[in-house]
């Protein structure tokens, strides 16, 4: 784990007083976050929105989750920040599966999505309102929100549980929860790891000699689905790659190859290196499947 990661999942003795230090911080954090949810106005956009988020930093797979249902829907439209890139404003980053832009524009989260549903959609914007009224003007029939649980807007609300929960129940800075912890009950459904949803994780084009470069959130999460390495480069969430200091790492360990997720590829496209790839994808309890239906088919 990094230092960051330890403070919230598994701190230091001088890291859990820190964190009691900054309990008052974590209080009016709490209370801010929650009243802009509840005081936050209400729309109803008319059009099936399945929102998939969660109360805890980072890593609770909201990416893959979205992929392994949206994939059943054609004419969907999947919204989304777009944490990364380089770029402000509503952009469209694949319109029924045909991509649009590349990866400094859209972040990688969006063109990794754009990639995997050619069926479907893909628009990044701050403003999640305009990004669903221009799904509706595209043609969506149905939106699939990620991280949306703080809008008030008409929609089926999951809040996905991840396996790696915080130390402390606290909100942020003290904590790892983004609301407090008590805000699991407004969700329609809670998703527990395990338990609703399952990580499966297939080695692609694997070699002798793989250098593990990630650029995820709690990538300790990976060590479970890890073979053998030569080395790792372990870099923040949404970070994009210096060239020159990977192959100085890669001829050092000589590497025959570099180990990547999903999400890290996008980035990598024309690097030149060979990758191997860690394909991460969801089983979802067929009952959460149908649940999912049932709310999408309720709007015809």
Not at 278 to 297: C, F, G
């Amino acid at each position: 784990m990094r230092i960051i990661e330890h403070y919230f999942f598994a701190p230091f003795w001088w890291q859990k007083i820190l964190a009691l230090l900054l309990l008052p911080f974590s209080m009016i954090y709490c209370g801010i976050a929650t009243l802009k949810r509840i005081s936050a106005r209400y729309y109803d956009f008319e059009i099936p929105i399945v929102s998939v988020g969660n109360l805890v930093l980072g890593g609770s797979g909201k990416t893959p989750f979205i992929q392994e249902i949206a994939k059943d829907y054609p004419q969907s439209c999947v919204v989304l920040r777009g944490y990364g890139r380089k770029s402000k404003g509503l952009k469209i980053i694949s319109q029924q599966g045909k991509i649009l832009e590349q990866a400094t524009i859209s972040g990688d989260e969006a063109l990794m999505l754009a990639k995997m549903l050619p069926k479907s959609s893909v628009i990044v914007s701050e403003d999640r309102k305009k990004a669903i009224l221009e799904a509706k003007n595209l043609g969506a029939k149905v939106i699939f929100l990620d991280d949306g649980f703080r809008f008030n807007y008409k929609k089926l609300n999951l809040l996905l549980q991840p396996k790696l929960k915080p130390y402390f129940d606290f909100c942020l800075p003290s904590g790892g929860y983004r609301e407090h912890k008590s805000a699991y009950k407004k969700a329609d459904r809670v998703l527990i790891e395990g338990v609703d949803y399952k990580r499966k994780v297939d080695l692609l084009y694997p070699s002798e000699r793989m250098l593990l470069l990630t650029a995820i959130a709690n990538p300790s999460r990976l060590e479970e689905f890890l073979p053998n390495v030569v080395g790792k480069i372990i870099l923040k969430d949404h970070s994009y790659f210096n060239k020159q200091e990977i192959l100085e790492k890669y001829a050092k360990t000589q590497a025959t190859s570099l180990l990547v997720t999903q999400k890290d590829a996008i980035k990598l496209e024309n690097f030149g290196l060979p990758l191997s790839i860690l394909q991460l994808h969801l089983e979802i309890n067929p009952e959460i499947k149908q649940s999912i239906r049932d709310y999408i088919q309720s709007y015809q």
